[in-house]
């Protein structure tokens, strides 16, 4: 079956930086677009940013010009660079990928199981 698994979160001071890393495994015959979003308590999760197939990016407005995401299409990889962290990144971030199982399957949404992230002095 298709796992997608987080790694990277942790504390980090604000300013500081750090990288999430998702790989999608299993039965995978097409990955069009994968994203990653974030939850904190008491709020909606929010799209925090998602890279297509061809490597077309969008980014909340909150993380523009301190979150890059990037993917690696071979290995089935999408990862998120975060710096200039500020305590309002604080956050469940999961990662999500839009993927057919097979080329007759319709596409299907997956989610990881989340990771933490808890920018604080």
């Known amino acids: 079956q298709v796992q997608l698994v987080e790694s990277g979160g942790g504390l980090v001071q604000p300013g500081g930086s750090l990288r999430l890393s998702c790989v999608a495994s299993?039965?995978?015959?097409?990955?069009?677009?994968m994203a990653w979003y974030r939850q904190a308590p008491g709020n909606q999760r929010e799209l925090v940013a998602s890279?297509?197939?061809?490597?077309?990016?969008t980014y909340a407005d909150s993380v523009k010009g301190r979150f890059t995401i990037s993917r690696d299409n071979a290995k089935n990889t999408v990862d998120l660079q975060m710096d200039s962290l500020k305590p309002e990144d604080t956050a469940v971030y999961s990662c999500?990928?839009?993927?057919?199982?097979?080329?007759?399957?319709?596409?299907?949404?997956?989610w990881g199981q989340g990771t933490q992230v808890t920018v604080s002095s």
């Open positions: 999500n990928a839009k993927l057919k199982r097979l080329p007759v399957l319709p596409q299907q949404n997956y």
């Open positions: 299993g039965p995978i015959f097409s990955i069009r677009a």
């Open positions: 890279i297509t197939s061809s490597g077309t990016t």
